[in-house]
């Protein structure tokens, strides 16, 4: 991939850059509640219902982390408080990125623009961008596209938005569920998977493994 010089290099945030943090959130709030074994089943059963809430026809994501908190807390024997979800919903715009995030993305900023899809509201993202270390030329969200991801919608959106084709890109991402498979079935073949160690690799999907974004400046044969 070295040879590959793409237009833009597209990236997920949430988990790929920005250190995502719903587990830690519920953690707090409902720790002391949960021994041990049962808060890592709440934990599971959160990324569950937020993957499911997402599916459908966009809503904003407020109500997609209150309706997965309420199910998840229904189906552990908790007591769901509108408060709680609201509190794990507003640490959003506090988390910053991945100790390895800041050096790698300066290095390729450098020689690319840099575009950021993410499953984010408008009025979260760019406390979270900004926190980053390096100039975005575009930042897309859920909320803009009116669909998340894994849904195509966003990724046409995006496309449309840099009138871009599939083969200008490079889309790097931590996740194939949210975002590798989708960009395989649109025709993106130029991608990256940063392996943070919360999904399995897939090499189906056909990309090119780093450990952080400290590996992408290598990558690109900088």
């Not at 719903?22 to 569950?48: K, P, V």
């Not at 309706?67 to 715009?93: H, L, M, Q, S």
């Not at 596209?145 to 200008?168: C, I, V, W």
């Not at 998977?193 to 999904?199: I, P």
Request: with cysteine.
């Amino acid at each position: 991939m070295s040879q590959f010089r793409p237009k833009f290099i597209t990236f997920d945030c949430y988990g790929t850059l920005t250190h995502f943090q719903m587990a830690e959130a519920a953690r707090a709030i409902y720790g002391e509640q949960l021994d041990e074994q049962r808060m890592q089943a709440f934990i599971r059963d959160f990324a569950a219902y937020r993957l499911d809430e997402i599916l459908g026809d966009w809503k904003p994501y407020g109500e997609v982390v209150h309706n997965a908190v309420e199910r998840t807390c229904k189906r552990n024997g908790v007591a769901f408080d509108p408060a709680d979800a609201r509190r794990i919903y507003e640490t959003v715009p506090s988390w910053g990125p991945h100790p390895d995030v800041p050096a790698g993305l300066a290095s390729v900023a450098k020689e690319f623009p840099l575009v950021i899809l993410s499953n984010a509201m408008d009025s979260q993202i760019m406390s979270n961008v900004e926190k980053l270390g390096a100039p975005f030329h575009a930042v897309f969200t859920a909320e803009q596209a009116k669909s998340y991801k894994p849904r195509m919608q966003g990724f046409e959106y995006m496309l449309g938005q840099l009138d871009a084709r599939p083969e200008d890109i490079l889309h790097v991402s931590s996740s194939f569920r949210y975002d590798l498979m989708t960009a395989h079935d649109l025709g993106i073949e130029n991608k990256v998977w940063v392996n943070r160690g919360h999904e399995p690799a897939n090499p189906y999907y056909g990309y090119t493994e780093i450990r952080d974004i400290g590996g992408l400046p290598g990558v690109l044969g900088l």
